[in-house]
């Protein structure tokens, strides 16, 4: 199997279509995304958080990049949405929330935007998981389905959990509050990390 590198370029008008497509089918009055820098930033952010993935059981190959992204790796979408969101956000605030809207709706996965994540983000089979307001995570961060990374209170004050580099969080673990997470550690199973 021969890895064919994905062009950002070649892949906008493709990725914006298989997005505007769902915004109009899902979200309520959404605004449909238009070709930009910011999106092919997203896009090139993407597509470094896959290069770097650890596990990379399935090559993504050009002339089936969507239905790996839709069905053999589903965890790939709320990524991509996401880095592109974080891009647009600045500058068309209704767009970001549309594309937050849409990864509740079409992947289960929350992901506030003021939140910061760092390259080599990868979520696997992530359905049900929320990372929160104001979380600070380092380089290849792994999450999985049912997790939580957010506050311990209800507050604005809070800062949220700092996550440092290589983090693995397992199925249904939680990281609470003003934390920090130690390099290269594993949140196991029903972890509550607080």
Known sequence: MRLIKLNSKSLESDILKFINFYLKKLVYKSHLLKKSSKIRL???QFLLDYSLRKRNTVVLKKNNFFDQLQFLQPGLIPVLLYRIAKNIIKDNLKNGKDLVILNRILCSVEIYLNS?????FNIDHG?????????????????????????????????????????????????LGPVTVKNNYIVKPFEVYS
């Open 127 to 175: 359905y049900g998981s929320v990372i929160g307001s104001r979380s600070k995570i380092g380089k290849n961060f792994l999450m999985h389905s049912n997790c939580v990374v957010g506050h311990k209170l209800f507050s604005l004050n809070e800062k949220g959990p700092n996550i440092l580099n290589n983090v693995t969080m397992c199925v249904n673990s939680t990281i």
């Open 116 to 120: 910061e994540i760092d390259i080599g």
């Open 42 to 44: 997203g896009i090139d």
